[in-house]
């Protein structure tokens, strides 16, 4: 089989390697159909990250299960299937309180489409092996598009997480989204569909500051002083000034979210204090949101397709890849570029 790796910075390549085989009772065997990128992808091929290369890439999939142990028993062969980004067990006691991005049957920080916690290949892979697949993976709902869902086991559950549940404690609050990317559009999305008063979306790039408008959002395209006021600021940009605006935009006991930052960053702490910020840096436990986020979108108040940028076939990964920044979506048989 071929499996997409990152060979220098910003340089892609299918290599061969042996097809993935059943390890365990508990393994299933899917194809990936539908992939997109993690905004981080960005990162993980400029080279931003100390990674050890070659690496697999991808880590956001829909996909085909062909084969699966005799203990896997909720799917099978010819189900599709939304596969989290992150290894989990489901039965340790961090899986059980919902911590799946810290399972402990695993070695930390193990994940698909980077080298941490050992090799677990990556999801622009021809075959991919899925341990713990009665937990894993998650049934892709009947009418639910797989294109608009490429991003459900990691970057649209995130969104869901960083406003949902302020939004279920705190309707009508006010949310200030920083992004460059889909995270910061799927965010603005859902905290509309879930009652936020105002929402206030900055982004350099104008076409996703227009997707962002499409939704009913305020748009702005640089840091200004007026933000202030607000009781969530997600900072999905891992950009350290927009971190530190994030913070201090946020009222008394105000929440700051951080998607993920990757770089080292100065926090105007003095001010924080001041205010009682809560700030919040995770490495998000996907698996444990992924049905709160479907619901959402079964739902009809949210169109997640909006946020594509581009659907392509799965042939050009190589090439296409590193040129593009928001949503692109790589189909294949049956999921062909032309019919999707």
Not at 26 to 46: K, M
Not at 80 to 104: E, K, Y
Not at 208 to 234: C, K, L, N
Not at 301 to 321: G, K, M, N
Request: glycine letters at 8%.
């Amino acid at each position: 089989m071929r499996e997409l790796n990152v060979v220098e910075e910003g340089r892609l390549e299918w290599r061969e390697k042996p097809d993935p085989r059943l390890e365990a009772r508990t393994d299933a065997i899917v194809r990936p159909l539908a992939a997109s990128t993690c905004d981080v992808d960005r990162f993980l091929i400029e080279g931003t990250l100390p990674l050890e290369l070659p690496f697999a890439l991808g880590h956001e999939c829909i996909g085909e299960v062909l084969d699966a142990g005799d203990a896997v028993t909720h799917v099978g062969p010819g189900d599709l299937v939304i596969v989290p980004w992150h290894i989990a067990c489901g039965r340790c006691d961090r899986c059980r309180a919902g911590l799946t991005a810290h399972c402990r049957s695993v070695p930390p920080a193990s994940m698909f489409g980077a080298p941490l916690g050992g090799d677990w290949s990556g999801l622009f892979s021809d075959l991919v092996r899925v341990p713990y697949a009665d937990t894993m993976l998650v049934p892709m709902p009947v009418g639910l598009d797989p294109v608009a869902l490429a991003s459900a086991g990691d970057n649209w559950a995130l969104a869901w997480r960083l406003v949902g549940p302020h939004l279920e404690k705190s309707p009508g609050a006010r949310v200030l989204i920083l992004s460059i990317g889909s995270i910061g559009l799927y965010a603005c999305d859902i905290a509309g569909a879930l009652g936020a008063s105002r929402r206030l979306y900055v982004d350099r790039d104008p076409g996703r500051r227009e997707i962002a408008a499409s939704y009913g959002a305020e748009v702005a395209a640089e840091i200004e002083p007026i933000f202030q006021g607000f009781e969530i600021a997600v900072d999905a940009t891992s950009d350290p000034e927009m971190l530190a605006t994030a913070c201090r935009s946020l009222v008394p006991e105000g929440i700051c979210e951080s998607a993920g930052h990757l770089q080292p960053a100065e926090l105007p702490l003095l001010e924080m204090w001041l205010s009682s910020v809560n700030l919040r840096i995770a490495r998000d436990n996907a698996r444990a949101h992924i049905h709160s986020a479907l619901d959402l979108v079964q739902s009809g108040r949210v169109d997640p397709r909006r946020v594509v940028t581009d659907v392509l076939d799965w042939e050009t990964l190589p090439e296409a890849l590193p040129e593009l920044r928001t949503k692109p979506v790589f189909v294949r048989e049956p999921l062909t570029a032309s019919s999707a």
